[in-house]
């Protein structure tokens, strides 16, 4: 039996369940992602763009019903990175790296009164 890493079940603990119109964020967020850099020509574009849950997308890792991390590392994405990328706010790590994109990321923190 592989161990499981402590900062996982630690994360689980803290992430609360997306709701479903978080989840329906977050899933036109990264169908935007798709189709700003050409996803059909992507290396490996497996379940994108499909009903299946954004859970089992490629390079898509969830908590429980959040994007906690988006891989898509050398994949052959090619455009500009959509605004609504940064709508992501649980993903703690995007690794876009080794891609033809432009454009940046937009991090925006919560306002107190979100807290």
Avoid: F, K
């Avoid at 994360?11 to 798709?34: D, F, N, W």
């Avoid at 020509?41 to 969830?62: H, L, P, R």
């Avoid at 090619?78 to 992501?88: D, E, F, K, M, N």
């Amino acid at each position: 039996m592989t161990p499981r890493p402590c900062w996982r079940w630690w994360l689980a603990m803290i992430l609360p369940m997306a709701t479903p119109a978080e989840v329906a964020g977050q899933r036109a967020s990264l169908v935007e992602l798709y189709q700003a850099t050409e996803g059909a020509g992507w290396a490996n574009s497996t379940g994108w763009n499909t009903s299946q849950s954004i859970c089992q997308w490629y390079g898509v890792i969830c908590n429980g019903t959040n994007v906690t991390s988006l891989r898509l590392r050398r994949n052959q994405l090619s455009g500009t990175l959509p605004p609504g990328l940064a709508s992501l706010s649980v993903a703690y790590w995007i690794e876009l790296s080794q891609n033809q994109l432009h454009g940046c990321l937009l991090y925006t923190s919560p306002s107190p009164r979100d807290s």
